[in-house]
């Protein structure tokens, strides 16, 4: 801290405004679709209208005739050209064996499989060209059964998505603990069951995806302009598998990009497609997506259909769960698809409870849709919904509070760091704490009497909550650069990916904070593969546990050497230069110097001390050494419901969440928020739909999914509950993902208590009006 106060400003939990959103706000902001390269081409793709045929012919003479065409790609000429797969870049054990990953390659020439499959590539001098042209391509189709229900796909007289494997089943995965907990359940007072659905929702960033492929056939060289979470992952998948060439023969590079939520870190076709096209044409080729493609054909999330028990003892005290979940992995696997509802989600099992018999097997299915993957939380929302749901249910069946029966459940503090059913070691966390300061944020006490005036307004009223945890972090390891240049200002570059977290902000008080250099003057560089040399993107909640550690260790090795070069220049021993708010001061007098100083010598070897290199210059690769860090929070829901109409108001929202230490607050809440509306529109309104007999997907267009607008979210009332994490040096967790895991058992229980007196135990999301209507009137 300085007598300034800049420190206390702009330093390590100070709400800080985004220094990155006047650039973007006054539209200085650049997104792929601002790029063009010179002489450029354009593409659309012709998409399979079928959830499930075979291609008989197809003839694309009438295309390459048309206007402005430059060429028709075909999987024939995928396969003259010897590109490969789409890779799934994850293993999952299974009780049967390990994941079954079908071929993909980047077009489909025998069978497509779901409805958006991708059949031909054209490329035009415009883009309308492109798209009319793609619509006079002739393809004979045979149409085949489909399946695009969940549970359905798992059944043994299921049409098969790929008759080579036998049946619709990927991988059967299995927690452990099984003869554990069947002897719980054996030994159980009390036991509850609920079978549910965790609805397929379709991430849609509010940018749609662009692929820009260039090739220089001087250096030999693709580069790729993409929005993704992260170059180095995108590269080097598509180098090795589809391209086959090194990863220096490919740059990946990403300007700004308008939202992830996990879909943005995935290896996809079009990024493959622009690539070889742009080779072949030896001109640059650019596709974006449309609207209707993104509902489509990015992945999607969740999908799952579960049936789950749980066994409690006289006291209420939870013996055992079982679950046992169907997931839709979709027509293909995507990069991480089969790890979300097994591993992943599976890490938290028993989430914020001390229950260890435990087990949980996920039959994870083909089905002729979209591939599902990481969508906000990736596996762990689901876990935390089937568990809240459970408690809900056996707080009804022992006639306890709902909040009581999660006290007596709670892990103690006297047990952490508590070791949970698969062997993740919980290192922090105040659970009982953290429910309490929640429910008095939402005035839980006070809920009788808004109840009552509810009724008294013809409304029925209720009120819900839900604990989730988090398994946060991502890749292990995280790469980081500090330069500090001659005149005092600091360009970081971090293997991390922002994509709208605010990471220039964040990163820039950390480094302030470390540094003493003024907030203003210090730059972020990401999204480039030729800069960026290491690093695992974002994704996980991992950029401030993993980026942040790494800026704040590098940061550490850049002092250490401007101390030396400060003592040669004040005639010191470095042991005795001290470094405070940005100045080096050699102990017990008034000689200092500033970052600008030292700087300026740093650049030139003939002020350094001997054996010291120019220039002030330092990078480190950070790895952890736990497994993941774990956020958490209590989130309370309250909502009326309009008995004529069904029609559920979210009216009160309340949320007090661990998040370690708070870099900045604002930008945390700013995520809270993101990640409670994503909850909530879960919860109350998001569903994407297939038809069960023609397999049409039925929701592309914002006029049929619906997404959560303004006046669905009440104002959210958040706080924190700062346990700091013990694993990492800054103590913060994760923070991106916890909305959506708490926000959809919060709201569901809220739903379910206030149709009590209907006996209406739980409604699967989303709950709409109808729904709510039927339950009420026996349907």
Known sequence: MDGSGVVEKFGIGQPVRRKEDVRLLTGRGTYTDDIDRPGQAHAAILRSPHA???????????????????????????????????????????????????????????RVRFVGDHVALVVAETRAQAVEAAELIAVEYEELPAVTDTAAAAEPDSPVIWPERGSNLCVHWDSGRFEETEAAFRDATHTVSVSLVNNRLVGNPMEPRVAIGEWDAESARYVLHSPTQGVLRVRDGLAKYVLKVPNERLRVISPDVGG?????GKLFAESALVLWAAKRLGRPVKWRADRTETFLCDPHGRDHVTHADMAFDAEGRALAMRVRTVAA????????????????????????????????????????????????????????????????????????????????????????????????????????????RALALADWAGFPARREEASRQGKLRGIGLGYFIEASGGQPTEWSRIRVAPDGGVAVTVGTFSHGQGHETAFAQIIHDRLGIPFERIRLVQGDSDVVEQGNGTGGSRSSQMGGVAISRTAALVIDKARRIAAHLLEADAADVEFEAGRFRVAGTDLSLGWAEVARAAADPARLPAGESPGLDEQLLYKRDTECNFPNGCHVAEVEIDPETGQVA??????????????????????????????????????????????????????????????????????????????????????????????????????????????????????????????????
Request: charged content about 20%; proline content about 7%; some cysteine.
């Open 52 to 110: 499930h045929a075979r291609i008989v012919s197809l003839d694309a003479s009438a295309a390459r005739a048309a206007p402005g065409v430059l060429a028709v790609l075909t999987a024939a000429e995928v396969e003259a050209d010897g590109l490969g797969y789409l890779p799934v870049l994850v293993e999952v054990p299974g009780i049967d064996g390990p994941v079954w990953c079908p071929p993909r390659p980047i077009l489909q020439g025998e």
């Open 329 to 436: 992995m979709g027509a293909y696997l995507c990069d991480f698809g089969p790890r979300v509802p097994t591993v992943a989600g599976g890490r938290i099992i028993g989430t914020v409870y001390d229950i260890q018999a435990v087990n949980v097997r996920v039959r994870c299915v083909f089905t002729n849709t979209s591939p599902t993957d990481a969508y906000r939380g990736a596996g762990r929302p689901e876990t935390a919904y089937v568990i809240e749901r459970l408690l809900d249910l056996g707080a009804a069946r022992l006639g306890l509070g709902r909040d009581e029966i999660r006290r007596r459940n709670y892990i103690a503090p006297a047990r952490i760091p508590y070791r949970n059913a698969v062997n993740n070691v919980i290192d922090s966390g105040l659970f009982a704490e953290t429910q309490d």
């Open 650 to 779: 979210l009216v009160r929202y309340s949320a007090v969440d661990d998040v370690g230490v708070v870099i900045n607050p604002m930008l945390v809440h700013g995520q809270s928020h993101g990640g409670i509306v994503s909850g909530i529109g879960q919860a109350l309104l998001e569903h994407a739909r297939y038809d069960t007999e023609s397999g049409q997907f039925l929701t592309a267009t914002f006029q049929d999914y619906c997404m959560p607008r303004a006046a669905d979210v009440p104002e959210l009332e958040l706080g924190f509950h700062v346990v700091p994490c013990p694993s990492n040096d800054l103590g913060v967790k994760g923070a991106g993902e916890g909305g959506a895991c708490g926000a959809p058992p919060a709201i569901v229980s809220a739903v379910a208590d206030a149709l009590r007196d209907h006996g209406v135990a739980h409604l699967d999301m989303p709950v709409t009006a109808e729904k709510v209507w039927r339950a009420m009137h026996g349907g």
């Open 260 to 264: 992830g939520f996990g879909l943005r």
